[in-house]
């Protein structure tokens, strides 16, 4: 997956934080990704809407 460079960095930034606040090391910026965009879409009602629809 590519990725523009300030998200990539932000992503970076966003794992480190996280891993410090559980004690653990940095989870890879992807692996974020794809977490975030499952919840993104679990929790968006239009797409859940849509998705009975079809």
Same mark, same amino acid.
């Given at each position: 997956?590519?990725? !523009? /460079?300030?998200?990539?960095?932000?992503? %970076?930034?966003?794992?480190? #934080?996280?891993?410090?606040?559980? +004690?653990? %090391? !940095? /989870?890879?910026? $992807?692996?974020? #990704? $794809? /977490?975030?965009?499952?919840? &993104?879409? /679990?929790?968006?009602? +239009? &797409?859940?809407?849509?998705?009975? #629809?079809?």
């Amino acid at each position: 997956m590519e990725l !523009p /460079a300030t998200l990539h960095r932000d992503l %970076a930034a966003y794992a480190e #934080i996280l891993g410090r606040g559980t +004690g653990q %090391a !940095p /989870a890879d910026p $992807v692996r974020l #990704i $794809v /977490a975030m965009l499952e919840r &993104f879409m /679990a929790t968006d009602r +239009g &797409f859940a809407k849509a998705r009975k #629809i079809n």
